[in-house]
């Protein structure tokens, strides 16, 4: 397995979704690849990070947050469904 083939399972291993053979080479790979090692790491901080953003209350906006950055965010969001 290269270092390319081993991102595009990357999603499958993190979800434990990959098939006993292709996680056995997977595996075998990062024992070999310090920088796949790596790459997994920042994969798997980067989901728990994001799902500790929404972690949050609900108490609404800050009182001090510009009612520009407020409209733009809320556009932006809107664009992007």
Do not use: K, N, W
């Given at each position: ?14 979800a ?13 790979h ?52």
């Open positions: 397995m290269t270092c390319r083939e081993l991102v595009e399972f990357l999603t499958e291993h993190v434990h979704a990959l098939p006993a053979d292709q996680r056995a080479v997977f595996e075998r990062l024992i070999d690849c310090e920088d796949c090692r790596h790459y997994l790491s920042s994969f798997q901080a980067t989901i728990r990070l994001s799902r500790g953003a929404f972690c949050g209350s609900d108490d609404g906006i800050p009182a001090d947050v510009p009612e520009a950055l407020v409209v733009a965010v809320l556009s932006a969001r809107r664009a992007m469904t």
